[in-house]
């Protein structure tokens, strides 16, 4: 069973923070060495900084940077693939877990212990 806490830290640390490190920054991070959120405030604060972040490094690319290779900055079965395909990913990633998240707090409230009748 998944939970809102381990897709909101899935978006939050490996899909943008370890990104923006790692093709924006020092490339330093590691997921064992990456801080998880521990409150939904936390993660909230840090996925929209960390999205910031990363479109800000996606726009100062231009058509050259989009076409090359993400290299080692990736998994190597993701080395080849152009910068574009991987900022799409991306999109799809944040948008695939954020659904998600949804879909559980929506759960969550319809759930009968949730409703006023149930008081």
Known sequence: ???????????????????VDHHFGDR????????WPTSADEALERMLRAYGLWCAGARTLDADGLAAPVGE?????????????????????????????CLLRDLYRAHPAHQPDAL
């Open 1 to 19: 069973m998944t939970t809102v806490a381990w897709r909101l830290a899935h978006i939050v640390v490996g899909v943008l923070e370890m990104r």
């Open 28 to 35: 330093t991070m590691t997921i064992t060495d990456a801080v």
């Open 73 to 101: 900055a990736e998994p190597p079965e993701w080395a080849e693939f152009p910068f574009a395909m991987l900022a799409l990913h991306v999109n799809r990633e944040i948008i695939h877990h954020g659904a998600e998240v």
